[in-house]
């Protein structure tokens, strides 16, 4: 198999973008160009950052040979698993985060994950669907590199911009939510169960995720001072800061969407309820007619008006008196 700085590799496979940070001098970052041979890769000052799209099946194979990338961290980079993991080791840190994928034109709700390797001299991503928050730091990258002082630098803002994205997702449920409260609380019955489920599910989801990142965060944050890279625990601290914030609010999001579902049930079986007295009082009230009618029905002999002219009237208003009489017992006893 080539090494990394072996002729036989044109460009960096999968390369979809890579930025040499060169703090304390001017012009503190450059873009390099999407052809970069790997070779082209090695620096000498500042860190680099090389964001990589696991599509290019090739990218296996470049991770392998990178210099300096543990064998653990060049398995995470390339994994399919679709949970997070932060792991430290030898002052450097590795593993997945959840994000969100967008299209070219647009963003979605669905889940993306970002796997990372992050160390004094490199930060590498990869990615298999284009993501949200990645896509944000290169535009703040675009605006002011001089705030990038180093590779964790760059894993605060992509976890940072995780949190932003996740306030917007927050504020855009809150939204439907409203709408939908409207709904319900109307005089117009209206059974919004249909709207309400995706949005539950949806929020159970972000919430299951961000609590196992904000865990994963916090056991990283206590890890031994020998495996820690500097000023780990600062960043760590000021992450888990924000991602509780976050926490909180994507919780009561999923309460409040608890108890509009509860509501909206409760509506529902209140509707039912209605309809069933309704159906009840129309039994009570045709039950006397139809045992008259069942009892004048039967093939017996003898029964009264049989014979006569007026026989059907006389049974009809026996009918009449029956359901009469129905009524005013519902009507004593308070059912009616």
């Excluded at 911009?161 to 927050?170: A, P």
């Excluded at 809150?174 to 249909?194: A, G, H, K």
């Excluded at 600062?234 to 509501?263: C, K, M, P």
């Amino acid at each position: 198999m080539p090494s990394i700085n072996s002729p036989l590799i044109s460009a960096t496979p999968g390369l979809v973008w890579a930025y040499h940070f060169r703090p304390g001098e001017a012009g503190t970052c450059t873009r390099l160009s999407l052809e970069a041979t790997p070779s082209e890769l090695a620096i000498d000052t500042g860190f680099l950052w090389l964001h990589l799209n696991l599509a290019d099946l090739r990218v296996g194979a470049f991770l392998e040979n990178f210099p300096g990338l543990p064998p653990a961290a060049a398995v995470a980079l390339t994994t399919h698993d679709t949970h997070a993991s932060i792991t430290l080791d030898e002052q450097a840190i590795y593993g997945t985060l959840i994000d969100f994928q967008r299209e070219f034109d647009s963003d979605t709700r669905d889940i993306g994950w970002l796997h990372f390797f992050a160390s004094d001299k490199v930060i590498i991503t990869t990615r298999l669907q284009p993501l949200r928050s990645v896509d944000r730091v290169r535009g703040a990258i675009e605006k002011n590199a001089g705030r990038y002082k180093r590779p964790l630098d760059l894993f605060e803002t992509l976890v940072a911009e995780f949190q932003r994205t996740m306030i917007s997702m927050v504020m855009e449920f809150t939204e439907e939510l409203n709408l939908i409260e409207d709904f319900v609380y109307d005089n117009v019955p209206r059974d919004e169960r249909r709207r309400l489920a995706p949005v539950r599910r949806m929020v159970v989801r972000l919430h299951r995720h961000l609590r196992t990142t904000l865990s994963l965060m916090r056991r990283a944050a206590a890890a031994d001072d020998d495996d820690m890279p500097p000023g780990f625990d600062d960043i760590a601290s000021r992450l888990i800061g924000r991602l509780e914030a976050v926490d909180h609010d994507v919780y009561a999001l999923q309460e409040r969407a608890r108890l509009l579902h509860e509501e909206i049930d409760s509506k529902q079986a209140s509707e039912t309820n209605r309809h069933l007295y309704i159906l009840s009082i129309m039994t009570a009230f045709l039950l006397p007619p139809s045992l008259v009618t069942g009892f004048f029905g039967m093939n017996t002999s003898s029964l009264p008006f049989a014979e006569g002219l007026h026989g059907t009237a006389f049974a009809l208003g026996f009918m009449v008196l029956s359901a009469a009489i129905a009524w005013w017992l519902l009507k004593r006893t308070g059912i009616f």
